[in-house]
């Protein structure tokens, strides 16, 4: 059984630093590419940043390059977001995400984790 | 960035009756490889969003067979064909043809 397990979500003050993990069990880690997704209280579902297999290609929305570095340690099946000058509207539950494939762009996201709650306030 | 669209935002439905969500994409989601990438999840209340419908019609392992997704190109629909009342959540599409990926606004299915 795929699980995903998120932390790292905690209450933050404006232009602070998170950073969020995920770990994996239940599929050959190396073998799929990752995401992050975000969802802000009462909204919709937001796409924020993907890794592939070998962490060598990443994307990311708009609104968090060059504030947001995902990454991956595939000897400890991990995923990571490091958030740096975090912002209100960066209040969120962040979610880890499993893609079907290896690449980035991969195929599609078949697998989710519960979500940490990132609160970023003064 | 493609831009996902979906309607109804809204939708009561009767349970025994048939739903249809419709989700318009800003450009192709058909690939080179013949495939369309176009996903479908349903966020039940309280939960994680979980997979329906993949590659536009393909439905996951578990997902009951009332459920449908068609369409192609910029023009998809996901189909119930009798609503229960378990189906009630969040419903949304989402492009993964090209980062970043992009989500519809989500359709909330609620039964009358």
């Known amino acids: 059984e795929v699980q995903l397990v998120e932390s790292g979500g905690v209450v933050v003050l404006p232009g602070g630093s998170l950073r969020l993990s995920c770990v994996t069990s239940g599929f050959t880690f190396d073998d799929h590419s990752m995401h992050w997704v975000r969802q802000p209280p009462g909204k919709g579902l937001e796409w924020v940043s993907m890794?592939?297999?070998?962490?060598?290609?990443?994307s990311y929305e708009d609104s968090v390059r060059g504030r947001f570095t995902i990454s991956r340690d595939n000897t400890r099946n991990s995923l990571h977001l490091q958030m740096n000058s975090l912002r209100r509207d960066d209040t969120a539950l962040y979610f880890c995400a499993k893609d079907r494939g290896a690449l980035a762009p991969g195929y599609y996201i078949d697998s989710w984790g519960q979500g940490t709650q990132v609160t970023v306030s003064s | 960035d493609i831009v996902m669209t979906q309607s109804p935002l809204s939708l009561p439905v009767i349970p025994g009756e048939p739903a249809s969500i419709s989700c318009r994409s800003s450009?192709?989601?058909?690939?080179?490889?013949?495939?369309?990438?176009l996903t479908w999840y349903l966020q039940k209340p309280g939960q994680s969003p979980q997979l329906l419908i993949y590659?536009?019609?393909n439905r996951a392992s578990g997902v009951p067979d009332r459920f449908s997704g068609s369409g192609s190109g910029t023009d998809f629909t996901l189909k119930i064909s009798r609503v229960e009342a378990e189906d009630v959540g969040l419903y949304y599409c989402?492009?993964?043809?090209?980062?970043?990926?992009?989500f519809g606004q989500g359709t909330r299915l609620e039964i009358k």
């Open positions: 890794i592939s297999w070998d962490g060598i290609t990443t």
């Open positions: 450009q192709s989601l058909l690939h080179s490889d013949g495939d369309n990438y």
């Open positions: 989402m492009q993964a043809l090209q980062t970043p990926c992009t």
């Open positions: 590659l536009g019609s």
